[in-house]
Nanobody
Framework: QVHLVESGGGSVQAGGSLRLSCAAF????????MAWFRQAPGKEREGVAA?????STKYADSVKGRFTISNAKNTLYLQMNSLKPEDTAMYYC?????????????????WGQGTQVTVSS
C-alpha cells in the first residue's frame, strides 16, 4: 500500500525559508511522477511543482525562482525561499505513475495528509 508522509511545515515571516519533505512508502519510487500541491482556505487545490522520473521539473508561475523541487531515494523535497503571505496554505505531496497535466489534482491517485505552511507579513 502506498503511503506518503509530509513534514517540515511551520510558521515563518515573509522573506523566510522552509523545506518540506515527503517520505514515500510502498511505492516504486523510480517510476513515480511526484508533485507538491497546496490549498488555502476557500480555494481550490493547486499544483505548485512537479518532478518526473527522469528528473525534469515543472513549476507554477507564482513560485518560479523561489521554490525548488527535488528528490533523493524515497523522499521528495520542496525548498521554499522568499516566502510570501500568499504562500500560506496546506501543502500536499502527490504521486502517480504518470501525470500528463502535472498541475491537475485529478492526475494523482496517491496523496499525503498535508503539512501547514503559514507566512506572516
Amino acid at each position: 500500500q502506498v503511503h506518503l508522509v509530509e513534514s517540515g511545515g511551520g510558521s515563518v515571516q515573509a522573506g523566510g525559508s522552509l523545506r518540506l519533505s515527503c517520505a514515500a512508502f510502498g511505492y516504486t519510487y523510480s517510476s513515480a511522477f511526484m508533485a507538491w500541491f497546496r490549498q488555502a482556505p476557500g480555494k481550490e487545490r493547486e499544483g505548485v511543482a512537479a518532478i518526473d522520473s527522469d528528473g525534469s521539473t515543472k513549476y507554477a508561475d507564482s513560485v518560479k525562482g523561489r521554490f525548488t523541487i527535488s528528490n533523493a531515494k524515497n523522499t521528495l523535497y520542496l525548498q521554499m525561499n522568499s516566502l510570501k503571505p500568499e504562500d500560506t496554505a496546506m501543502y500536499y505531496c502527490a504521486a502517480d505513475e504518470y501525470a500528463g497535466r502535472w498541475y491537475e489534482k485529478e492526475e494523482y491517485n496517491y496523496w499525503g495528509q498535508g503539512t501547514q505552511v503559514t507566512v506572516s507579513s
